[in-house]
Each structure stands twice: as structure tokens, then as C-alpha cells.
């Protein structure tokens, strides 16, 4: 008689198989967790396309105090920032100090010395005024200021870890000033570099080994690199720690965030133009005043 029991212990093994939605069910949970935020990241930014924020111009003053003097001195850099939420664009314009405009109340006057002129009017005042006199020579309105002085300026360099600039051509200047009214001398060699707070300042002040419209055009590198720091989250606590300490702006956290994407998805890059020689007319007292028929095209559509 046959033994059952052997032809039993004979009979493969069949491994068991968990119901598919077992199976499956990590790898769903872990689509989710990647797939979510790309979801609710697309949503918001449709939302935000269908309803964009108005748009914003921000006057940016970098200012040149010393000893004491605070916002009652004159600008070394003047910027403005123009961020258009509904394309998702953003253009940035530069204007040398040494151009003359019509300001209210004083007539045609040196721009790097209206910002001095609105704070000896009163604390908070320089602005304001400067403000309206670009509104007043360039029809545009300036909707937000930043300002902030030149230890402001490294200490936000720094918050975010330095700044990557290409800088396209060897600079020499024998003749940097100091603060304590001396000369050093400077050079920077063609090429990307990585600059910290200190660095980068002189990158955007120097002026002797070329003009004062090329030092126009580092400092919108400089501001281009700064705003590209900015695309990771992460550096935001620090840069916000010294919005708060080192500068005077009107902007809310409501317009930061508001402002935010256009300058986050164009990665610090900008639609940019520095008011130069090709923009500039001269008067019969010899003043350089900007030659409005060839700025206006530009500007518009961008900043008003």
C-alpha cells in the first residue's frame, strides 16, 4: 500500500501572496508624500496666475553713512525693482548718482544727494522724496522702498552664505577708499567667483578701474546673485533676521510673500538696464539728465 505521508512531505511549498493592495500600499504612500507638495505647489501657482498680487515697484537705496551720519547722507546705489506677478516678471533698472532730475520743492538737483536732502526735512523723509522726484522725471510710481547701509548690505551677503558673481574682466583700483579715509588697493581676476559680505561691497563700490555705469551694472549682479541666495527657504530666517536689524523698509511679510515667485522662478535673473551714456542727454549747464524719449520704451510695460 502506498504511504500517503511521504508524497505529502513531497508537495512544493507555495509562498503565500499578500492581496495586492498590500503590495502596493508602501510605494502609493511614498508617490503621495513626493507627489502632494508638487500638486499643491502647481495649484498655488495657478491660483496665484489667476489671481496675481498687483503689481510693485521697489526703490532700493544703498547708502553711503558714515561716523554717525545714519540715512541722513547721500545714496551710493539707486535701484529700482519692478516685479509684474501676472507674467511672473521682473526687471530691474539702475541709476548712476551722478545723474540730475527734477525734484520737488528744490528744483533740478544731483540724485545720490535727494535721500539727504528728504532727511534733513525730517527722519524718514529721504525716501519719500526721492520717490516722488522719480515719479515726477519718469512717470513711475514707487509703490515700496529698501534701504540700507553698507554694514546692512555684508551682513546680508553673509546670511546667505556669499554670492556667486562672474566677474568678466580684470578690475584694479589703487585707490579704494577706507573707512577711516584712506586708500587700499583691490583687484579682482576674470572669472566666477564666490565672494562673501566684504568682498562683494567692494566688488559693488569700486569705480576708479572703470565708470561709474559699469559699477552700476556689478551692483545689479551683485542684487541678481543675492535674490538667486534666495530660492532656498532655508536661507530666509537669516535674511529676514537682517531685513529686520540692518535696513528701513516699508515692504510688509505680506509683500514678500506676495512679491516672492516672480523672483524666485526667474532665479535672481532680471530684465536689466543701467542708465548710461546711451541714455543720458546734457544740458546747456552741464548737467547729465536722462534723455527720456530712449528710457520711456523700456519702461513701459515694465514699471508702469
Known amino acids: 500500500m502506498l504511504d500517503q505521508s511521504n508524497l505529502l512531505d513531497t508537495q512544493p511549498v507555495r509562498p503565500v501572496v499578500p492581496p495586492r493592495s498590500r503590495r502596493w500600499g ?37 547708502v553711503d553713512g558714515r561716523g554717525g551720519e545714519g540715512y541722513v547722507s547721500r545714496t551710493d546705489s539707486i535701484m ?8 511672473l516678471r521682473a526687471s530691474l533698472l539702475s541709476i548712476p ?10 528744483g533740478i538737483e544731483r540724485i545720490n544727494t ?9 527722519e524718514g523723509n529721504g525716501p519719500a522724496l526721492l520717490a ?24 546680508l551677503i553673509n ?50 578701474g572703470d565708470d561709474d555705469y559699469q559699477r552700476a551694472a556689478r551692483q545689479q549682479q551683485v542684487l541678481s546673485g543675492l535674490l538667486s541666495r534666495l530660492v532656498n527657504p532655508l536661507r530666509w530666517p537669516a535674511a529676514l533676521s537682517v531685513l529686520n536689524r540692518y535696513t528701513d523698509t516699508n515692504l510688509t511679510l505680506w509683500d514678500m510673500l506676495t512679491l516672492a515667485p ?13 542708465i548710461d551714456r546711451d541714455y543720458i542727454a546734457g544740458t546747456a549747464e552741464g548737467y547729465a539728465v536722462p534723455n527720456l524719449d530712449a528710457i520711456a520704451p523700456w519702461l513701459e510695460g515694465r514699471f508702469k
Do not use: K
Not at 97 to 106: C, Q
Not at 263 to 273: S, Y
Open 159 to 208: 546670511a546667505v552664505g556669499g554670492v556667486t558673481i562672474d566677474v568678466e574682466r580684470a578690475i584694479v583700483d589703487d585707490a579704494y577708499p577706507t573707512e577711516d579715509g584712506g586708500v587700499i588697493s583691490i583687484r579682482f581676476d576674470p572669472g566666477l567667483q564666490q565672494m562673501d559680505g566684504e568682498r562683494a561691497l567692494i566688488y559693488a563700490r569700486t569705480r576708479h
Open 114 to 122: 535727494v535721500n539727504m536732502l528728504g532727511e534733513m526735512e525730517g
Open 262 to 274: 516672480p523672483v524666485v522662478l526667474n532665479r535672481g535673473r532680471f530684465e536689466q538696464l543701467v
Open 97 to 106: 548718482r551722478d545723474l540730475f532730475i527734477d525734484v520737488p520743492n528744490y
Open 80 to 87: 529700482l525693482l519692478g516685479i509684474y506677478p501676472a507674467q
Open 26 to 62: 508602501c510605494g502609493w504612500i511614498l508617490f503621495g508624500m513626493v507627489m502632494t507638495p508638487v500638486f499643491l505647489c502647481g495649484l498655488t501657482l495657478v491660483f496665484y496666475l489667476l489671481f496675481p498680487p498687483a503689481r510693485a515697484n521697489i526703490l532700493v537705496l544703498g
Open 132 to 155: 516722488s522726484a522719480l515719479q515726477q522725471t519718469f512717470n513711475v510710481t514707487v509703490d515700496r522702498y529698501v534701504r540700507l547701509d553698507f554694514q546692512g548690505f555684508v551682513e
